[in-house]
Every structure is written in C-alpha cells, then in structure tokens.
C-alpha cells in the first residue's frame, strides 16, 4: 500500500507536488511542478488508506476516458501511471478558475444569459464525447470547471471516474460497484436511479439538472437516494424553473422539461438537439451577441468607496451582474483551508477565489457570521503555508449541507500583501 502523499513529495521522479487543491473518496489533487520542464500541473493521486484495488482502477478507467477524447471543452489528460511510493496516478492540465458548483454557492442563482452560454458549451463539449464511445455518467456543477484562458472563459468537463467506455460496458457496473447508487442522486437520471440500462441520454438528464440548479439555485428533486426516488415516484412530471424563479422564458421551460423527461426516450436523443434547441430561443441570440464570452468568474471594476466593500454585504437571492465592482481586485484559487474557531473547534475548507481583501471558502461545516478565526492556507507563488487573522463577512448555508464563507483578512503583513498582489497581477 502506498503511503499518504505530502507537498514536496516527488511522484515517478518528474512531478513535484507543491499544494493540495481538492480531495474526494478517491484520492487527492494537488498543484505540481515537472521538474524537468517547469510546467505546472495538476497531479490526481490515489494513496494511503483510499489505495484499495477498486480505487486504482477506477483512476486508471478515468485516464483511459480521457485519453479517447482531445476537445477543448474537456480537461486534458497530460501523463498517466503508477509509482512505487505513490501509487496510480494522473496528470492533468491545470485550470485556472472555479467549478460552476463554486460559482453557485457564492452567487446562488446565475443569469440567464450566462447559464445559456455554459450550457452550450457543455452540449459541444458531450456531443464530441459520446461520439467517441464515452458517457460521463456524474455530470454536475462540481465537475463543470469554468477555466479563465487568457480573456475569455472557456467551460471544461472532468472527473471522469465512473464513466462508461461504450454503451453497454460489461465493466461499468461492477467498477463502480454502488457508486451507481451512492454518487449523487439528485443529479442522476431515473433509470440510474432505478438500476436500468443507461445511455448517454443520461448525461442529458445530468445537463437539465445542472442548467435548473443554475437558473433556480436548488435541483429540481433534493435530497438522499430514497428521498429523490420517491418524489420522482410521486411527480407526473419535473418541475419547471418557472415555478421557482421569476423571469424565466415559457421556452426556456419546455427545453428544461424535454431535458429532464423521465424517459430516455421522451428527451432529447442526444447533446447536439437539446444544444440546438438552447440556440433556437431568443434568449440565447442575445446571450451569444456578445462574442459568446462567460463573466462568470467576475473581474475587476470601478472601486467602491472605502468601508463599501462587495464582499462585505451577505448575498440576496438577486442575480448578480456579470461583472460586480469591488473594492478588491479577486481572482480564481484553489487551495485547502483551515479555519480555526475561538471555541476551539476546526473547520476545514477550500477556497475558490482571493484578493488582498480576502477569500471565498466552502465548507462542510457553519462558522458563524461575525466570528473572529485564523486561517492557514498556502500562499500562491510563494507555496508557503501561512496562518492569518481574519473575519467572517458573511456566511451561508448552501443544499446538501455546503455552507459558504466570506473570510476578510485583518492585519495583513505586507509579505504576504506583496506575494498576493503578485499573484493577482499574473492573472
């Protein structure tokens, strides 16, 4: 069994890992270096007590998905192997950016515009995926990453680890053992859910969730595997985003209903449909005008007066303008954080954005609006860990128990003001 992996370590003698980004049942991820060539990477790791035969070769199953796709809209798969001290692991293009889960706990409901536009580029990136023999199978905001390249901001699917090689794949079931039951139901179609043949018309389903979640900020059926099977059972039919949202097209509704139809057959047939379908509305001959660009990851603007701060303000149930003023420049990064309560307690965390303000973190766990914490991270550029005042802004609960939170840093030593206005810059 291979052991835990640390920053610092070296993987297959190339990849340096310098921090841990994210961490899931299979394993870690981590920012690298190749050694040799200076790039940097990210580095998917399965070691230590997660190490176990089905894990290994679920991350090998993964790699196999990705190499069988080279699209834009799909992250790409650089290396792939097994080391001796470290076990499977995986290199991956590193995005700079957030998931489109991270965007909807800090923004709750995106606008129209902007979810037509993710949307369609999800719809181009599965098209060019299931004409390769490949079903993604835990399609989510979660693994919808929107990677900043240069000025435009371009959507990437990832996480390939229980995807379908073919239709009908002899190995799916049992390499995914109960993930088929366990993964995330609110977002699995009803023929996943009921243990049924599933094509890629279940990524379409996967894809109507997501686009109402981002458009309503909750998905259409909530809660643990039995909750979600019994409101299906008990539905004549989803429900509409309308009926939830205010503003939403009639048009917009009947896509979304088509895309969530119970039966495969009922949906549409496959990505490039329910993405004509999108194009077709009105709405989306607006959103596109304007060069297709996203602004889902905010950018800078005219500065607020001081003690005005956006950041500051706890966030309403209004969609946000793509671009929001602030008084802090943020941009995109991705790194473990511990917040340290003064009751004691510890909660662990990932942030998805900074500034020299602060930084948005997501959490499993509350921590009071208000309340007084230190925070350890690691630093961009430097990689140095570091453990700082700071202040909690505001903070809200999220569905299925995620909560989010605004972090303002107080007494910023002027080291790490320079190392994060270098960071910023970069951006």
């Not at 230590?48 to 080279?70: F, K, Y």
């Not at 053992?177 to 699995?188: R, V």
């Not at 039995?226 to 009639?250: D, F, H, T």
């Not at 895309?259 to 077709?280: C, G, H, K, V, W």
Request: aromatic letters at 4%; hydrophobic letters at 40%; a neutral charge.
């Amino acid at each position: 069994m291979s052991r835990e992996s640390l920053p610092g370590d070296l993987v297959d003698r190339r990849y340096r890992l310098r921090r841990e980004i994210a961490r899931g049942g299979m394993g870690a991820v981590y920012e690298s270096e190749h050694v040799t060539t200076g790039r940097i990477v990210a580095v998917k790791l399965v070691s230590g007590a997660n190490a176990t035969q089905a894990v290994e070769d679920r991350l090998e199953r993964e790699a196999s998905a990705i190499r069988a796709i080279r699209h834009r809209g799909v992250v790409e798969l650089i290396d792939a192997g097994t080391c001796l001290e470290h076990g499977t692991f995986m290199v991956l293009e590193m995005l700079l950016g957030r998931t489109l889960d991270g965007i909807i706990a800090a923004r709750r409901r995106l606008p129209l515009d902007e979810v037509i536009r993710v949307a369609l580029q999800v719809c181009d990136a599965l098209a060019y995926v299931h004409a390769r023999g490949v079903i993604h199978r835990d399609l989510k905001p979660s693994n919808v990453f929107v990677a900043r390249e240069g000025n435009r901001e371009v959507i990437k699917l990832f996480d390939f680890g229980i995807a379908a090689l073919e239709k009908n794949d002899p190995n799916a079931r049992k390499l995914t053992g109960s993930a088929d039951l366990i993964g995330t139901p609110e977002y699995m179609a009803p023929e996943q859910l009921f243990g049924e043949a599933t094509d890629h018309r279940a990524d379409l389903y996967a894809v109507g969730v997501t686009l109402f979640e981002c458009i309503t900020g909750d998905v259409p059926y909530g809660g643990t595997y039995p909750q979600v099977l019994m409101k299906l059972a008990q539905e004549k039919g989803p429900p509409r985003p309308s009926s939830r949202c205010e503003n939403v097209p009639s048009e917009l509704d009947a896509v979304l209903e088509q895309a969530l139809a119970r039966s495969p057959e009922n949906r549409f047939q496959n990505a490039t449909a329910l993405r004509d379908a999108l194009a077709s509305l009105e709405l989306a001959k607006s959103a596109t005008s304007h060069h297709g660009a996203t602004r889902l990851l905010g950018g800078s603007g005219p500065s607020l007066p001081p003690g005005l701060d956006e950041r500051a303000r706890e966030p309403d149930d209004t969609p946000p303008i793509p671009l929001v003023r602030r008084l802090f420049e943020r941009v995109p990064y991705v790194t473990i954080v511990k917040i340290m309560v003064s009751d004691g307690s510890v909660v662990i965390g990932r942030s998805e954005d900074m500034s020299l303000g602060g930084m948005l973190v997501r959490s499993a766990l509350a921590v009071p609006q208000g309340a007084e914490v230190r925070v350890s991270f690691t630093l961009p550029v430097t990689n140095e860990t570091v453990e700082l005042d700071a202040t909690v802004r505001w903070a809200r609960g999220g569905r299925g128990g995620e909560h989010a939170l605004g972090l303002q840093f107080t007494n910023l030593p002027l080291e790490i003001r320079r190392v994060i206005t270098s960071y910023v810059h970069a951006v």
